[in-house]
């Protein structure tokens, strides 16, 4: 059993896959904190890996989103391999406070403190004025940066153009409220 707090389908908002349609698994809980978080994720369900499985495949994609909270604390290679066997094409967004099953397809790495991970596909930052040099050679295909609740967008903005190796990741379903 797993703690889910909500499935739906929608379109990724951030990110490399930015306007693809996917599901979305909402994991409950995280092991941190964040001020800036903008996901209720308390709240849920226990529900079986068959539950799980069968209401995300009631949707036509087969790019399954999964996140949180903190979805690393309730997954494991046995549900990702359920998963593939289903179909999807599997992604993660993850803190990188605890290891990840190898048999995921795309790590979207958000890192704010105690992380882990040494690799992602995409690294993604909310850029709060921080220092990104610890990041000049951290193993990614993608490195991205994004405003913190959209108030310091220009910020980011020229940061981006002073170091044209990062790329913004502004939240698009927040921009145009795609439920």
Same mark, same amino acid.
């Given at each position: &059993?797993?703690?889910?707090?909500?499935? *739906?389908?929608?379109?990724? /908002?951030? /990110?490399? *896959?930015?306007?693809?349609?996917?599901?979305?698994?909402? *994991?409950? /809980?995280?092991?941190?904190?964040?001020? %800036?978080?903008? #996901?209720? @994720?308390?709240? /849920?369900?226990? &529900?079986?890996?068959?539950?799980?499985?069968?209401?995300?495949?009631?949707? +036509?994609?087969? @790019?399954?989103?999964?996140? $949180?909270?903190?979805?690393?604390?309730?997954?494991?290679?046995?549900?990702?391999?359920?998963?593939?066997?289903? $179909? %999807?094409?599997?992604?993660?967004?993850?803190? $990188?406070? @605890?290891?990840?099953?190898?048999?995921?397809?795309?790590?979207? *790495?958000?890192?704010?403190?105690?992380?882990?991970?040494?690799?992602?596909?995409?690294?993604?930052?909310?850029?709060? $004025?921080?220092?990104?040099?610890?990041?000049?050679?951290?193993?990614?295909?993608?490195?991205?940066?994004? +405003?913190?609740?959209? #108030?310091?967008?220009?910020?980011?903005?020229?940061?981006?153009?002073? @170091?044209?190796?990062?790329?913004?990741?502004?939240?698009?379903?927040?921009?145009?409220?795609? +439920?």
């Amino acid at each position: &059993m797993r703690r889910i707090n909500e499935i *739906f389908y929608s379109l990724q /908002g951030e /990110g490399r *896959f930015t306007g693809t349609a996917a599901v979305f698994i909402r *994991f409950s /809980g995280c092991n941190l904190k964040c001020s %800036f978080c903008d #996901t209720q @994720h308390e709240e /849920g369900k226990q &529900m079986s890996d068959d539950e799980i499985i069968a209401e995300a495949a009631q949707y +036509p994609t087969r @790019h399954v989103v999964l996140t $949180g909270g903190e979805p690393s604390l309730w997954i494991n290679e046995a549900f990702v391999d359920r998963l593939k066997a289903a $179909g %999807f094409f599997v992604q993660i967004e993850t803190n $990188g406070t @605890h290891p990840l099953p190898t048999n995921i397809d795309w790590v979207t *790495f958000s890192p704010k403190k105690d992380w882990i991970l040494t690799n992602s596909n995409e690294l993604k930052i909310v850029y709060q $004025g921080q220092d990104l040099s610890l990041w000049d050679h951290f193993d990614c295909e993608y490195k991205y940066l994004q +405003p913190c609740s959209c #108030t310091n967008t220009n910020e980011v903005v020229e940061y981006i153009k002073q @170091h044209p190796e990062w790329r913004l990741s502004v939240q698009l379903h927040k921009l145009i409220q795609i +439920p």
